[in-house]
C-alpha cells in the first residue's frame, strides 16, 4: 500500500443527492462528486473511487484507509424503511415507545399527529422480570414466557429483534438471558440489546434508541458488507473505517452492530472539517455555519474539538419542531439544525409577516431562478435579486440563473401581499433568513452560557458565504473564516477524525454517598468498552482520555457536563467533585447553590487517538489591496442601503491579497458576501479571513 | 423604499423579541428545582411595556400561564407605585388572585431600564416544590392552610435582594432549598431577558419599545379580527359536568361572538367547592381564552392587542370566580377543563373544526413515602421520606378528521417524567405504565385511549397519595354520535375502590391502580373505515368483543 511512499487516504460521504469521494495523496487533495446512487449506494463510492484514483495517478490497492460516512441509517429512519422488528419490553411498559413524552411540541394545533413508535404495538412484546432502580433484582425473569416469545418470533418472520428493559442500564442480566433464549430459538436473527446500545436512564429514549438501533441493522450490515466486497474486488486491501455520530472513527465490524451510531455521520464530519481549520488557525472557540439547500447546520467547537451531547432528536416530522422526532441517546457532536436553506421558501403569514422555510424547493425544481419550474421565491432567488450572485457564473456557468423568473416568484408571493418593490420582498426574505439562523445560533449559545462575541465563525457549504458576513454582525461575531472547496468538507472531515470512542452509562450516585470504589470500577468498565471501539485502527495507538460525570443538584432536571480528575479516585475526593460542579454551575448560571446534595446521573469515559499535529497555517505577511473595476451593486443591511461593491474571482486573489467590503468574491460554486463593515484576506491555505474593519489580527 | 425597508426591520425585530422571551424562558426551564418546571415545562415568561402590557410571550410554556401573567404586570405596577421603581430591582409574588391561580406559582417581575430610563418590564411565572401549608392537594379549606402567601412586594431593590424575605420564605416551606433556588432562578432569568433585549436595542439602535410595540400591536389586533370577522355572530351555550370534589360541578357557558370579539360568560356555573378544586378568574381566563385561541387564531402569537377581542367573565364566588379566602391549591383540575367546555359551544358555531371531549385535566400523581417504624429497606436501598410528583394524562378527544392522541396532555402543555428517574426519586416501584386497552371512545375517529398506572412502596415504606383525579364518574363525551370514552378510575390491586379526591394511605403490600379516563370519539362508530376497526383489534387498542359492540363487527 501507500504510492511512492506518501500514504493514500481516501474519505467517502454519501448524502442525499451527492456522494463525495477525497482522495489525500501526501499533501495532494483530489475530490470527485458524482450523483448518490439509492438502490445501491456503494456503486456511487466505486464510481467516485474510480475517478479520483485516476485522478490522483494511484491505485485503488495503494490505498492506505478508507474513512467512509452515510446518511443511509439517518434516511433509513425518517423514511420508515427498515427490517420487520420486534420489540420486547417489561411487563407493565408495552407502551413506552408510543406514549413518548405525553406532551404536544406544538401548543395551539389541535389537529396535531404525533410521529408513530417506530415498531407498532402489536410487534412489541413484555416479559415478566423486573429490576429496581438500585440494580436489584425484583422479579425473576420469566423464561418459560420467553421462550414462547422466541417461538412467535420465528413464526413470523421477524428479521431483528430488540431488547429493552426497566434499569437494564444498571443492571443488564435480563436483556443478556434474554438475548441468549432468543438467539437460541432462532439462530441467525439480528438481536440489539439496550443495555449495549444505549446504557442510559430514561426508559423512552433508551428503548427507541435500541429499536431504531435494531430497525436499520440489517440493512446496513448488509450494506457495509457489499460496499467491503466491493472495494475488495476493486482491488482495494486496506480497512475501512466509519464514522461515527460522535466525531471518531471505529471499524465496519462495530457499526455493524451499532448502526445507530452512524446516524449524522456525515454532518459530523463536516464539524471535524471545520475543527482542522480552527486547529490550523489557532482559534480555540469556533462556530461553524453550513448552509446547504434544505437547512443550516450550526455547532460549537472549542479547543479544537466540536460539542458533543449525550442523546439528540432524528426524523422531525413538523417543521424541524423540537420533540417531534426520535430521540436516540448515543454520544453525537451537536448541531442545532434549522430549515434555512438556499432553496427555503419565502411566504406571507396571517400577520402579514414574511416567513422563510422550512418548506424548501429541494433540488427540483428548484429556487425559481433555476428555470426548472419552480413558481416560488427561494432564498437564492433572493440572493440573486440583491446582486450577491451573478446569474452568468453560477455553479461555474453550469446553470444559467433567470433573474426573470425571481422577480416574478417574488413579486408574486411577497410583493404583491405586501405592496411592497421586489428588492425590499427580497431584503425581507434575507433577513427573515438570516435573523432565524442567527436565533437558532443564540438559543443554542444560552443553553450552553455561552457568549458568541467571541467566537470565530467558520462558515462551508453552499449557501454559507452569501449569508455569512451577515450572520456574523447578527450575533457580533468579528472574525470569519471561509475555506476553500468545502463543497465535500465532511469527506475532507473524515480524513481529519481520530480513532475514538465514547462509552457512557447511567448510573445514580448522591455525592453525600460518594463510594470511590464503586467509581473506580465504573469508569473501569466504561475504558475498556470505550478502548475495545478505539482500538480497531490499531492496539498501538496513543489514546487520551476524559472522564465526564452528568451531574445536578438534586431536585433539578438538567444535568450539566463536569469534567472530573482523570485519576484513581479514593474517598474525600467528593469535595474536588463538588468543586467541579459548582464551578462549572457559577460558570453557567452565575451562582452556587447551599444546602442541597449533588446527583451524579451519567458518565462517560471518552478516549481518542491523538492527532497529528495541525498543519499551522502560516500568517500572511504584507497585506495587498486589491483592486476591481468590476462593480455591482448589493444591498448591505446593516446600512440599509444599497452599495456599490466590487467583484473579484477568487482564484485571482492571492495570498495575501486585501479585499475591503462592500464586496462579491466569485467562485465557482457560490459567492462569498463581503460587507461593508468587514474585509477580506485571501490566507496561504485558500482560505478568506473576513475581519472588521480596524481590528487587527491577534 | 423607506416604508418598506422599516417594515422588514419590524419584522426582524419582532422575530428577535420572541427569540429573547425564549432565551429567558430557556434559562429559567434549565436552573428551576421544581420538578414540574423542569420535566414538564410549567412556566412562561414574557416582555411588556411600561405600561404593563405583554408585547411577547416565550413559545416554552404552558397555557395556564397565558393571559395570567399578562394581566399580572398590572397588579405589580400599580402595588409597587410608580416612583419606587428602580434600575436593578425585582418584584415577588405567588398571591392566586395577583398571579397565576394558586400559591405554587411565583411571579416575578423585573423593570428593564436603558440609559437610566425605563423601557419596560419583564415577567416569568413558575411552580416551585412547595410553599409549605398542608402541601399541594385539594385539601384544605381556606386558602391560609395551602400555605404561604407572599403580597406583591420587592424581591430586591436596586439590586440587593431582601434577605429578611428569604429567611421568612425558608422558615415556612418544605424544600427550602430547592424554593430559594427556584426563586433566584426566576428573577435572574429576568436579567437574562433584560441582557438580550439591551444587545438587541443596542443592535437597532433603539431608545425605546414604543414604535416596535405598535407594529407589534396592530398586526396582532388585526389579523385577530379577521379571523373574528368570518365567524357567525351570535350567542352559543354549553355546559358540562364533572366529578368536584364531594358533589358534581357544572361549568355553564354563553359565548357571544360579534366581529368586535368573543365574549365568555360563565354565569349559571356551579357555586364554590368546600375544598380547593376552586379557581381564581385569572386561571379561567388563562384556559377559556387558550380554547379560543387554538380554535380561532392559533397562528398568532400571544401578546396584549392578540388577546384582547377575547373577554371572560363569571359571577363572583361561582366556583369559576372563586374570591379570596377561597382554597385553590388544584385550580388546573377545572381549569383544565374549561377548553372543552369552550370548544363544545364553539362546535354549536363551527361545525367539524374542534375535537370531542378528552380526559383534559391532567392526573398529577403527588406521592408521600414514609419509612415504616422498625422498617427494613431492601439492600444497597436507603430509608427516607420522599415526596413524588408525576404527571399522566388520558386521552384526547378524537378530531373531525383525526382520532385522539393516547395518553397525551390537552389542554396543559407539560411532558410526564421517566418512571427510571421517578423511582430514583423516592422509594416507589412502578409495575406499569402503559395504554389502557379500550378506553378510547368510540367513533368514526376513536378517541384517544387513556393509560393504567401501577405503584406500590418499596420495602420499609409506605406511601400516600393526594388524589386530585377527575373523570371517574362523567367521561369524555363525544361528539356527533361518538361514543363517551372511558371514565376514571382509583383502586388497589385487589379490585378494592379509592376515593379520587384527598390524602389516602396504600395499604402495606398494596398497589395503587390508576385507570386513566379515555377520550370521546367523533361521528357516528358505524362510519369507522373497517380496516381502522381490524387495525385496532390487532393492536389491542380495542377488544374484539367492542369491536362486534361499538363498531358491529363481525369477528
Avoid at chain 1, 410487534?123 to 414462547?148: K, T
Avoid at chain 1, 457568549?451 to 465563525?457: A, K, N, R, S, V
Avoid at chain 1, 460542579?581 to 487517538?609: H, N
Avoid at chain 2, 404527571?391 to 397525551?408: E, H, I, M, V
Wanted: aromatic share 6%; net charge negative.
Amino acid at each position: 500500500m501507500s504510492y511512492n511512499n506518501l500514504s493514500v487516504r481516501v474519505g467517502a460521504d454519501i448524502g442525499g443527492t451527492f456522494t463525495d469521494v477525497v482522495l489525500e495523496h501526501g499533501s495532494g487533495q483530489h475530490s470527485s462528486k458524482v450523483l448518490t446512487n439509492n438502490s445501491n449506494p456503494e456503486q456511487a463510492i466505486i464510481d467516485g473511487l474510480r475517478k479520483v484514483t485516476q485522478i490522483a495517478g494511484v491505485g485503488i490497492e495503494h490505498i492506505d484507509q478508507l474513512i467512509h460516512g452515510t446518511t443511509l441509517a439517518t434516511n433509513a429512519l425518517i423514511e420508515r424503511r427498515g427490517a420487520a422488528t420486534a420489540f420486547i419490553t417489561s411487563l407493565g411498559f408495552r407502551d413506552v415507545i408510543e406514549m413518548r413524552t405525553e406532551g404536544r411540541f406544538e401548543q395551539y394545533d389541535l389537529n396535531l399527529s404525533l410521529p408513530p413508535p417506530l415498531i407498532a404495538r402489536e410487534h412489541r412484546y413484555v416479559v415478566a422480570g423486573r429490576i429496581a432502580a438500585s440494580g436489584r433484582e425484583l422479579v425473576a425473569l420469566d423464561e418459560n414466557e420467553l421462550q414462547r416469545i422466541a417461538t412467535r418470533i420465528g413464526e413470523r418472520g421477524y428479521q431483528s429483534v430488540a431488547i429493552g428493559f426497566i434499569h437494564a442500564y444498571v443492571n443488564a442480566a435480563h436483556e443478556r438471558r434474554a438475548r441468549e433464549i432468543i438467539a437460541a430459538e432462532v439462530p441467525g436473527i439480528s438481536i440489539s440489546i439496550s443495555s449495549e446500545v444505549s446504557p442510559q436512564m430514561r426508559e423512552f429514549e433508551r428503548f427507541n434508541t435500541v429499536c431504531a438501533n435494531a430497525f436499520i441493522k440489517p440493512l446496513m450490515a448488509s450494506y457495509l458488507q457489499r460496499l467491503v466486497d466491493r472495494f475488495r474486488d476493486e482491488g482495494g486491501v486496506c480497512p475501512v473505517f466509519m464514522m461515527h455520530s460522535g466525531g471518531g472513527l471505529i471499524s465496519v465490524e462495530s457499526a455493524i452492530e451499532f448502526p445507530v451510531r452512524l446516524l449524522e455521520s456525515g454532518p459530523a464530519g463536516g464539524a471535524i472539517y471545520a475543527a482542522d481549520f480552527a486547529a490550523g488557525y489557532g482559534l480555540d472557540k469556533v462556530l461553524s455555519y453550513d448552509m446547504g439547500g434544505t437547512t443550516a447546520k450550526i455547532c460549537m467547537i472549542e479547543d479544537r474539538v466540536p460539542k458533543t451531547a449525550r442523546s439528540f432528536e432524528v426524523a422531525r416530522t413538523y417543521r424541524f419542531k423540537k420533540g417531534s422526532g426520535m430521540p436516540v441517546s448515543i454520544p453525537v457532536i451537536e448541531m442545532v439544525e434549522i430549515g434555512a436553506g438556499g432553496g427555503s421558501l419565502g411566504w406571507v403569514d396571517e400577520m402579514n409577516q414574511i416567513r422563510v422555510g422550512p418548506e424548501s424547493a429541494g433540488a427540483e425544481p428548484g429556487p425559481a431562478c433555476y428555470n426548472r419550474g419552480g413558481l416560488n421565491p427561494a432564498v437564492t432567488d433572493a440572493d440573486l435579486l440583491l446582486g450577491r450572485l451573478d446569474p452568468e457564473r453560477f455553479a461555474g456557468g453550469d446553470i444559467r440563473l433567470e433573474t426573470k423568473n425571481a422577480e416574478t416568484a417574488m413579486q408574486r408571493a411577497i410583493g404583491d401581499r405586501l405592496g411592497m418593490d421586489i428588492d425590499i420582498a427580497a431584503i425581507g426574505i434575507c433577513e427573515v433568513v438570516d435573523e432565524n439562523m442567527a436565533n437558532a445560533a443564540r438559543v443554542h449559545a444560552v443553553e450552553n452560557g455561552k457568549e458568541l462575541g467571541d467566537f470565530t465563525m467558520i462558515a462551508y457549504g453552499g449557501a454559507a458565504p452569501l449569508h455569512a458576513s451577515r450572520l456574523s454582525e447578527k450575533l457580533g461575531i468579528d472574525e470569519l473564516l471561509i475555506p476553500p472547496g468545502a463543497g465535500v468538507g465532511s469527506a475532507i472531515g473524515f480524513l481529519r477524525a481520530p480513532f475514538g470512542f465514547e462509552a457512557i452509562r447511567g448510573a445514580f450516585l448522591r455525592l453525600s454517598e460518594f463510594d470511590a470504589g464503586w467509581t473506580n470500577r465504573l469508569i473501569d468498565e466504561l475504558d475498556d468498552e470505550a478502548q475495545r471501539f478505539a482500538r480497531t485502527g490499531s492496539t498501538e495507538l496513543e489514546l487520551l482520555r476524559e472522564i465526564k460525570a452528568y451531574m445536578r443538584y438534586q431536585g433539578q432536571g438538567w444535568e450539566i457536563m463536569v469534567t472530573l480528575p482523570d485519576r484513581e479516585f479514593k474517598n474525600g475526593d467528593e469535595a474536588e467533585i463538588r468543586k467541579r460542579f459548582e464551578d462549572e454551575y457559577i460558570r453557567l448560571f452565575g451562582r452556587a447553590l447551599d444546602g442541597i446534595d449533588i446527583e451524579i446521573m451519567t458518565w462517560s469515559v471518552q478516549v481518542r487517538s491523538r492527532l497529528a499535529e495541525p498543519r499551522k497555517v502560516v500568517p500572511v505577511g504584507t497585506e495587498t489591496p486589491r483592486y476591481s473595476d468590476e462593480r455591482r451593486r448589493i444591498y448591505d443591511a446593516r446600512e440599509q442601503r444599497f452599495l456599490d461593491a466590487a467583484v473579484f474571482q477568487r482564484d485571482d486573489l492571492q495570498a495575501g491579497d486585501l479585499v475591503s467590503g462592500p464586496a462579491v468574491i466569485i467562485e465557482r460554486e457560490t459567492s462569498t458576501i463581503v460587507n461593508n463593515r468587514f474585509q477580506a484576506i485571501r490566507q496561504s491555505d485558500g482560505c478568506l479571513l473576513l475581519r472588521l474593519k480596524g481590528k487587527t489580527s491577534d | 423604499m423607506t416604508d418598506g425597508i422599516s417594515n422588514v426591520h419590524m419584522q426582524v425585530m419582532w422575530n428577535r423579541l420572541i427569540s429573547v422571551v425564549e432565551e429567558q424562558a430557556l434559562t429559567l426551564l434549565r436552573t428551576a428545582f421544581s420538578t414540574s418546571v423542569r420535566e414538564a415545562g410549567d412556566l412562561s415568561a414574557g416582555v411588556f411595556d411600561e405600561q404593563g402590557h405583554m408585547i411577547a410571550q416565550a413559545v416554552t410554556g404552558t397555557p395556564g400561564h397565558v393571559n395570567a401573567m399578562a394581566e399580572a404586570v398590572g397588579h405589580f405596577i400599580d402595588e409597587i407605585g410608580g416612583d419606587n421603581i428602580f434600575e436593578g430591582d425585582s418584584y415577588i409574588t405567588n398571591d392566586p388572585w395577583k398571579g397565576t391561580g394558586h400559591l405554587h406559582d411565583f411571579t416575578f417581575v423585573n423593570p428593564s431600564f436603558r440609559n437610566g430610563r425605563l423601557v419596560g418590564y419583564f415577567a416569568c411565572t413558575a411552580h416551585v416544590v412547595d410553599v409549605g401549608g398542608r402541601g399541594f392537594g385539594p385539601d384544605a379549606t381556606e386558602v391560609y392552610e395551602e400555605g404561604i402567601v407572599i403580597p406583591i412586594m420587592k424581591f430586591a431593590e436596586r439590586g440587593e435582594v431582601d434577605q429578611r424575605l428569604i429567611k421568612i420564605i425558608r422558615g415556612n416551606v418544605r424544600e427550602s432549598g430547592q424554593v430559594i433556588g427556584d426563586l433566584y432562578s426566576l428573577s435572574s432569568c429576568n436579567d437574562t431577558g433584560h441582557q438580550r433585549l439591551m444587545d438587541m436595542m443596542d443592535e437597532f439602535r433603539l431608545d425605546d419599545l414604543n414604535e416596535l410595540r405598535d407594529f407589534v400591536f396592530s398586526n396582532s389586533l388585526n389579523a385577530t379580527m379577521e379571523h373574528l370577522r368570518d365567524l357567525p355572530a351570535g350567542s352559543y351555550e354549553n355546559e358540562m359536568t364533572v366529578d368536584g370534589y364531594d358533589a358534581p360541578v357544572t361549568m355553564k357557558l354563553r359565548l357571544d361572538v360579534s366581529d368586535q370579539g368573543v365574549l365568555a360568560d360563565f354565569a349559571g356555573t356551579s357555586g364554590l367547592s368546600r375544598k380547593g378544586i376552586n379557581v381564581p378568574l385569572v386561571y379561567t381566563t388563562a384556559y377559556a381564552c387558550y380554547a379560543l385561541k387554538c380554535a380561532l387564531a392559533p397562528q398568532i402569537p400571544n401578546n396584549h392587542a392578540s388577546l384582547s377581542p377575547f373577554k371572560v367573565t363569571a359571577p363572583e364566588n361561582c366556583i369559576l370566580n372563586a374570591k379570596h379566602p377561597a382554597p385553590v391549591a388544584i385550580r388546573h383540575v377545572l381549569g383544565q377543563f374549561l377548553p372543552d367546555v369552550v370548544l363544545g359551544a364553539l362546535h354549536k358555531m363551527l361545525p367539524d373544526r374542534v375535537p370531542a371531549e378528552g380526559a383534559s385535566a391532567l392526573w398529577i400523581v403527588q406521592l408521600g413515602a414514609r419509612p415504616i417504624e422498625n422498617g427494613q429497606a431492601a439492600a444497597g436501598e436507603a430509608m427516607r421520606n420522599s415526596e413524588i410528583l408525576m404527571f399522566n394524562s388520558g386521552g384526547t378527544g378524537a378530531r373531525p378528521t383525526l382520532d385522539g392522541l393516547s395518553a397525551t396532555a390537552f389542554p396543559s402543555g407539560v411532558h410526564t417524567m421517566s418512571a427510571e428517574v421517578t423511582e430514583h426519586v423516592g422509594p416507589i416501584t412502578i409495575w406499569r405504565k402503559e395504554l389502557r386497552e379500550g378506553s378510547g371512545g368510540a367513533g368514526a375517529r376513536r378517541g384517544g385511549l387513556g393509560q393504567v398506572i401501577e405503584l406500590s412502596a418499596n420495602p420499609g415504606h409506605r406511601i400516600y397519595i393526594n388524589a386530585m383525579f377527575d373523570r371517574c364518574q362523567n367521561p369524555a363525551r363525544g361528539r356527533n354520535g361518538g361514543h363517551p370514552g372511558a371514565a376514571g378510575s382509583v383502586e388497589l390491586d385487589d379490585g378494592s375502590k379509592l376515593s379520587s379526591k384527598g390524602k389516602q394511605w396504600i395499604p402495606d403490600e398494596r398497589r395503587l391502580v390508576l385507570k386513566l379516563p379515555g377520550g370521546g370519539g367523533y361521528g357516528d362508530p358505524s362510519q369507522r373505515d373497517p380496516a381502522l376497526v381490524a387495525q385496532d383489534v390487532e393492536r389491542e387498542y380495542i377488544t374484539p368483543d367492542q369491536a362486534k359492540r361499538d363498531y358491529a363487527r363481525e369477528n
